[in-house]
């Protein structure tokens, strides 16, 4: 066990996601909500209680968000974005989808000032197709920002800065905290790892879990450089994302996925859990 991880790591249910991905703490109900994209369904898990709900979706959805209305989340969906009522489980849809033609969306997030962020990638995963766009309310549609992306991934303010990853690329970014301006991009090489999605700390440790490397890569944001420091061994092939959670906001939950292994094993898309020496940033709320 290192330092930093302060527990074995445990899996959290018995469902086993086909591509599980965005996980996201919410403090107000002590809850975590992730989706299964490919299996078009929204997961709830409350730890306290050991509960856990999944609802189907009526459309691919690659995120469901916080907003600042409780149990009102913002969901992602391959045919727009939409609100979801959680304890109605009414969906309205907000616009249609913004993508280019033969895209899905991928990786979301709330950004400080309350709008919408989220990338869009080659259904097919060949072409360099996708996009990063913003939304926020009032607006006709998300705009782009950024096109010729091939896997989006990673979403982190920090320092006046936002942090994203192509995994296509094998590369992290950083760039202007309110738009990202490819211009005026810094680029990070994270060696042989391919970056999916990642969790911040409170004092800049970014950890993103590393599609297809059966870890964790610990990386430290400091002054604007992104500094390398290791990487901790996961039991599951394909970790997808992370985020941290839990009454002390040090619990860091991450998810992973089974698609595209010929003999996956057990816990493969499993939820996974474990303790941590670092504490959360707490999530964004998207601005009605």
């Known amino acids: 066990m290192s330092a930093f991880l302060r527990s074995e790591i445990v899996t959290v249910t018995d469902y086993r996601a086909e591509l599980g991905e965005t996980p996201v703490w919410c403090q107000r109900t002590q809850s975590l909500l992730w989706v299964d994209i490919l299996n078009q369904r929204l997961l709830r898990y409350w730890p306290e209680t050991a509960s856990f ?18 149990d009102l989340f913002l969901l992602v969906a391959q045919d727009g974005l939409a ?20 895209t899905r969306p991928n990786e979301a997030a709330v950004a400080p000032d309350g709008s919408l962020w989220f990338g869009t990638m080659d259904i097919k995963e060949e072409d360099k197709i996708g996009g990063w766009y913003r ?9 782009l920002m950024m096109d010729n992306v091939g896997t989006p991934n990673t979403l982190a303010w920090h320092e006046g800065k936002v942090w994203f990853a192509d995994s296509v690329r094998k590369r992290f970014y950083s760039g202007n905290a ?5 211009l005026k991009l810094s680029c990070y090489s994270p060696g042989d790892k391919t970056p999916d999605g ?3 700390s409170e004092d800049g440790l970014l950890l993103t879990a590393c599609w297809g490397n059966h870890c964790l890569l610990r990386q ?7 500094l390398t420091l290791d990487a901790l061994p996961l039991p599951v092939t394909q970790p997808s994302c992370c985020t941290f959670g839990g009454a002390g ?23 996974l859990q ?11 709320l998207f601005r009605l």
């Open 135 to 143: 939304y926020e309310t009032g607006d006709a549609a998300p705009v």
């Open 53 to 70: 709900e999944t609802r189907a979706l009526p459309s691919l959805t690659s995120a469901a968000l916080l907003t600042d209305q409780q």
């Open 178 to 182: 309110r738009r990202i301006n490819p």
């Open 220 to 226: 430290k944001i400091n002054q604007g450089e992104l």
């Open 249 to 271: 906001m040090n619990q860091l939950f991450i998810t992973s996925a089974r698609t595209g292994l010929e003999n996956p094993g057990e816990i493969e898309g499993a939820l």
């Open 274 to 284: 474990v303790t941590t020496s670092a504490r959360g940033a707490g999530q964004n």
């Open 83 to 102: 609100l979801y009522d959680y304890l109605s489980e009414k969906r309205s849809l907000l616009c249609g989808y913004a993508g280019a033609e033969g």
């Open 198 to 200: 990642s969790a911040l």
